[in-house]
């Protein structure tokens, strides 16, 4: 039996970041609530027919390609702390890949001192 639409989106997910989908995601799971189980990252897999935030963030990047720029929408709800960065899940992975190897080099640096 096929994947339901929602379990296979958070299996693709997972793979872009080089793991794999929570068995029994969510409250089920021994091992995280979260959707993945990546090591570094929590990540939490929504899939739904409509999305305020993708419809802003489709203006935004329509925008910034006029532009020849990198979009990002920040969203702040007034009266809490801290604001949101959404931005397009390839852009992030790049971001993701040069955190990682930044960190790995930073970590062989530690190794190789004396």
């Known amino acids: 039996m096929p994947d339901k639409a929602w379990k296979a989106f958070e299996r693709r997910i997972a793979a872009t970041l080089g793991t794999v989908r929570t068995p029994l995601s969510g409250s089920g799971s021994r091992h995280t609530t979260g959707d993945t189980l990546h090591p570094h990252l929590y990540v939490e897999c929504k899939l739904r027919k409509r999305l305020a935030v993708r419809n802003l963030?489709?203006?935004?990047?329509?925008?910034?390609?006029?532009?020849?720029?990198?979009?990002?929408?920040?969203?702040?709800?007034?009266?809490?702390r801290g604001t949101l960065a959404v931005i397009d899940w390839d852009f992030?992975?790049?971001?993701?890949?040069?955190?990682?190897?930044?960190?790995?080099?930073?970590?062989?640096?530690?190794?190789?001192d004396p």
């Open 92 to 112: 992030f992975l790049k971001l993701w890949e040069a955190y990682a190897k930044t960190k790995e080099t930073a970590r062989a640096d530690q190794r190789s």
């Open 57 to 80: 963030f489709f203006l935004t990047q329509t925008t910034a390609r006029l532009e020849d720029k990198i979009p990002v929408l920040a969203l702040h709800q007034r009266g809490m």
